[in-house]
């Protein structure tokens, strides 16, 4: 009986290690609004989790470059995060209260303001 027990807590670690080890890395790319260093600095920060292996974004292109672990997070997520913390996305919208509180430099929704 209890080798019994100790083989199935070996098979669980060995299963949960094997899914660790398997996890998949996904490569892909989305718009995000912005306009300055400081917008890339808070959208690559935003990205700054351990889901995430790979941050990047182009101030003149808008797109964020991102590498991140598939079966531990969505690209919708992590659209939201960016959203949360004032930057529009494809699929989301940051908060206008969220927005309005950047810095003037950032506020990308004011056409005049892109540099
Ligand atoms: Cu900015």
């Known amino acids: 009986m209890k080798t019994s027990i100790i083989t199935t807590i070996a098979f669980t670690v060995l299963f949960s290690l094997s899914l660790i080890a398997g996890d998949t890395v996904k490569e892909t790319e989305f718009k995000v609004s912005g306009n300055c260093g400081m917008c890339k600095t808070r959208i690559e920060k935003a990205m700054k989790i351990p889901e995430v292996k790979f941050a990047k974004w182009d101030k003149k292109s808008k797109m964020l ?35 309005e509180n950047l810095p003037g430099c950032c506020l990308y929704r004011d056409g005049d303001n892109t540099h």
């Not at 470059?65 to 494809?90: C, F, M, P, W």
């Not at 699929?91 to 206008?96: L, Q, R, S």
Request: charged share 30%.
């Open 65 to 99: 470059k991102i590498a991140y672990t598939e079966n531990a997070i969505t690209a919708d997520s992590l659209q939201k995060r960016l959203a949360s913390v004032g930057h529009d996305t494809e699929k989301f919208k940051a908060e206008t209260s969220v927005y």
